[in-house]
């Protein structure tokens, strides 16, 4: 699976091959000078902060970097970045039948895709927020990445699914034999609880553009 540190190896490696510090690729990519720094990695509370999909498309450009050359700057020793193909499914999509089996794997095809360095997951899927159903966690237009397969505990921020078609964004407080408590990541909604059998699946996000 895709590491943190793995997506920083590799703007550090890109910044040093065209002789520049990261703050001096942000710089040229006409991003916050500071946007990369050591100190903006992880927040004040020692949580990941990954680089924005938006961030890391800037500097390709302003480098002339293709992201099959970003990829292969990942990983301990710089080389075999592997690509993979992920399916861009938009919410309203993913509550209409025939998208996802009982696994909650994508099926079918005819959606946009996006290439990414390997995940660990085949079935991993992107999905492309709308609303502000989700601030401040996820934006309107920010793109989230789920894996089907990921194990799930408390405190995850989950997709999920019910059986009656509806889609949404929780972190998940506990979960029992019989019933799944989520916390709303926008204040401003309610909490839900979910009997075991009114839910479809429920996957774990992994990554964001946040």
Known sequence: ?????????????????????????????GLDPTTFNKSKRTTGEGKLR?????????????????FGEFVSLIGET????????????????AGDEGFFDDAGFPVGGGWDELLFPSLGDPHAYALEVSGDSMEPVYRDGDTIIV??????????????????????TKQLARETATRIELRSVNTAHPDRVLSRTDVSWMARIIWSSQ
């Open 50 to 66: 990954w680089p924005s999909t938006e961030s890391i498309a800037k500097v390709l450009e302003a480098t002339g970097t293709t």
């Open 1 to 29: 699976m895709l590491k943190h540190g793995d997506i920083w190896r590799a703007i550090d490696r890109l910044a040093g091959s065209k002789g520049l510090s990261a703050s001096g690729l942000a710089k040229t990519a």
């Open 147 to 168: 894996s089907p397969s990921a194990s799930v505990r408390r405190g995850d921020r989950v997709v999920v699914r019910t059986r009656g078609g509806e889609v949404m």
């Open 78 to 93: 710089q080389a075999k970045g592997v690509v993979q193909r992920v399916p861009m499914i938009g919410f309203a999509q």
